[in-house]
């Protein structure tokens, strides 16, 4: 099974900027769709982005306009840049196949904050 390590988050104020990144223990060419998730506590876990093997995207409706979700499957990573981040945005993100393989990663702590 693939392992999916997610780094880069951080401490950013509203409207700043951030990249969280997701490294993969083995090739992620063979997953069609690859997604970042995020959770905060006492919330289901919700989809933020996905992208396809293709390029195609989707992108959630609270963030649609200000995240950017890209893949490089030669490295076997998935990244999410983050633009005109606002408190609600605050959550530990997670990167995943789509639908999601029960391995989930520990996640990267974003918090959005003056």
């Known amino acids: 099974q693939v392992q999916l390590v997610e780094s880069g988050g951080g401490l950013v104020q509203p409207g700043g900027s951030l990249r969280v990144s997701c490294a993969a223990s083995?090739?992620?060419?063979?997953?069609?769709?690859m997604g970042w998730y995020r959770q905060t506590p006492g919330k289901q876990r919700e989809l933020v982005a996905q992208i396809t093997n293709g390029g195609s995207t989707y992108y959630a409706d609270f963030v649609k306009g200000r995240f950017t979700i890209s893949r490089d499957n030669a490295e076997n990573t998935v990244s999410l840049q983050m633009n005109s981040l606002k408190p609600e945005d605050t959550a530990v993100y997670y990167c995943?196949?789509?639908?999601?393989?029960?391995?989930w990663g520990k996640g990267t702590l974003v918090t959005v904050s003056s």
């Open positions: 083995g090739s992620i060419s063979r997953f069609y769709v």
């Open positions: 995943n196949t789509i639908p999601a393989t029960p391995n």
